[in-house]
């Protein structure tokens, strides 16, 4: 199935005292790309978490945020007594108590003196939780990428049934081109040599038509460009689990290529016109297929 790389979803909850909540959010990218916004405390998870992510989504920029507001006593740190008393017996050892008093506030800014380890604490406490809450964001967020992606398939086959449309068109015009340009010559020839009394012979005619058809024979192309939107009609097959986006945007230039050879092999106004309709389409494809994983 065809899916979309636009999506968003996010879940929260309380827990022991915690408020967690994460969000997820993904916009187009040509490959993975990963942007992490943690807490402090949870920088210990950021390799992991991106691996959760790329283990999952193939293609596109996924922004995960996840916030935490721990109201308990676990997110606070340690003092460090043995640190502290070190520091306030050389205070003391130069200014006497009065240093130290002075002072007091100071101290817990040197090193040392504060171990904060309540990080620790918060990580070991929302991990399993933050897990269920991705697996509950991800799911929002798969589900508005496989809405949006029915939505961006359904476009697509449009394009492909108009392509499939015209060269059909095409195929049936192509034959038509050498007779008219046969009866074209033919015309010019005996116009030119009226004047001296003869006739344009047969042969020559022929010979000059069967140069041209060769010239302007398109039918390898028609068919290359058939096989094209024979793949790309697999693609789009709703059962198909595989991602697809960068193969639908190769896809589309191998089919402009056949549409642009036909037009320049062709020399035919109504084969024209039709090819300029089949390029607008593929350039649509390219669009759309920017849009999908």
């Given at each position: 199935m065809i899916r979309s790389m636009t999506g968003h979803g996010a879940a929260a909850c309380e827990h022991e005292g915690m408020h967690l909540a994460v969000e997820l959010r993904s916009v187009n990218n040509r490959s993975f790309k990963a942007m992490l916004r943690l807490p402090d405390s949870l920088g210990s998870l950021e390799g992991e978490l991106e691996a959760w992510l790329a283990r999952r989504i193939g293609r596109g920029t996924v922004s995960l945020t996840i916030r935490i507001g721990d109201g308990t006593s676990r997110s606070a740190g340690r003092i460090n007594v043995q640190a502290l008393r070190s520091y306030m017996d050389q205070l003391r050892s130069v200014g006497g108590d009065s240093a130290v008093a002075s002072l007091a506030g100071a101290l817990l800014s040197l090193p040392g003196v504060v171990i904060d380890d309540g990080g620790a604490a918060i990580c070991a406490a929302a991990r399993p939780v933050i897990e269920r809450l991705l697996d509950e964001a991800a799911k929002a967020l798969f589900a508005m990428r496989d809405r949006e992606g029915e939505a961006l398939r359904?476009?697509?086959?449009?394009?492909?049934?108009?392509?499939?449309?015209?060269?059909?068109?095409?195929?049936?015009?192509?034959?038509?081109?050498s007779r008219l340009y046969g009866e074209r010559l033919k015309t010019r020839m005996n116009a030119m040599l009226s004047e001296a009394g003869v006739a344009a012979r047969h042969e020559d005619v022929l010979r000059e038509v069967a140069t041209f058809a060769e010239r302007a024979d398109v039918a390898e192309e028609v068919q290359r460009l058939g096989g094209h939107l024979q793949q790309f009609r697999k693609l789009l097959d709703a059962k198909n689990a595989d991602v697809v986006g960068r193969t639908l945007d190769f896809l589309a230039?191998?089919?402009?290529?056949?549409?642009?050879?036909?037009?320049?092999?062709?020399?035919?106004?109504?084969?024209?016109?039709?090819?300029?309709?089949?390029?607008?389409?593929?350039?649509?494809?390219?669009?759309?297929?920017?849009?999908?994983?």
């Amino acid at each position: 199935m065809i899916r979309s790389m636009t999506g968003h979803g996010a879940a929260a909850c309380e827990h022991e005292g915690m408020h967690l909540a994460v969000e997820l959010r993904s916009v187009n990218n040509r490959s993975f790309k990963a942007m992490l916004r943690l807490p402090d405390s949870l920088g210990s998870l950021e390799g992991e978490l991106e691996a959760w992510l790329a283990r999952r989504i193939g293609r596109g920029t996924v922004s995960l945020t996840i916030r935490i507001g721990d109201g308990t006593s676990r997110s606070a740190g340690r003092i460090n007594v043995q640190a502290l008393r070190s520091y306030m017996d050389q205070l003391r050892s130069v200014g006497g108590d009065s240093a130290v008093a002075s002072l007091a506030g100071a101290l817990l800014s040197l090193p040392g003196v504060v171990i904060d380890d309540g990080g620790a604490a918060i990580c070991a406490a929302a991990r399993p939780v933050i897990e269920r809450l991705l697996d509950e964001a991800a799911k929002a967020l798969f589900a508005m990428r496989d809405r949006e992606g029915e939505a961006l398939r359904l476009q697509l086959l449009s394009f492909g049934e108009l392509i499939e449309s015209r060269l059909k068109e095409v195929a049936e015009r192509a034959p038509e081109v050498s007779r008219l340009y046969g009866e074209r010559l033919k015309t010019r020839m005996n116009a030119m040599l009226s004047e001296a009394g003869v006739a344009a012979r047969h042969e020559d005619v022929l010979r000059e038509v069967a140069t041209f058809a060769e010239r302007a024979d398109v039918a390898e192309e028609v068919q290359r460009l058939g096989g094209h939107l024979q793949q790309f009609r697999k693609l789009l097959d709703a059962k198909n689990a595989d991602v697809v986006g960068r193969t639908l945007d190769f896809l589309a230039q191998e089919m402009l290529r056949e549409a642009n050879t036909i037009a320049s092999k062709a020399s035919d106004l109504e084969i024209a016109r039709r090819v300029v309709e089949m390029k607008t389409a593929i350039d649509r494809i390219k669009e759309q297929a920017a849009n999908a994983e």
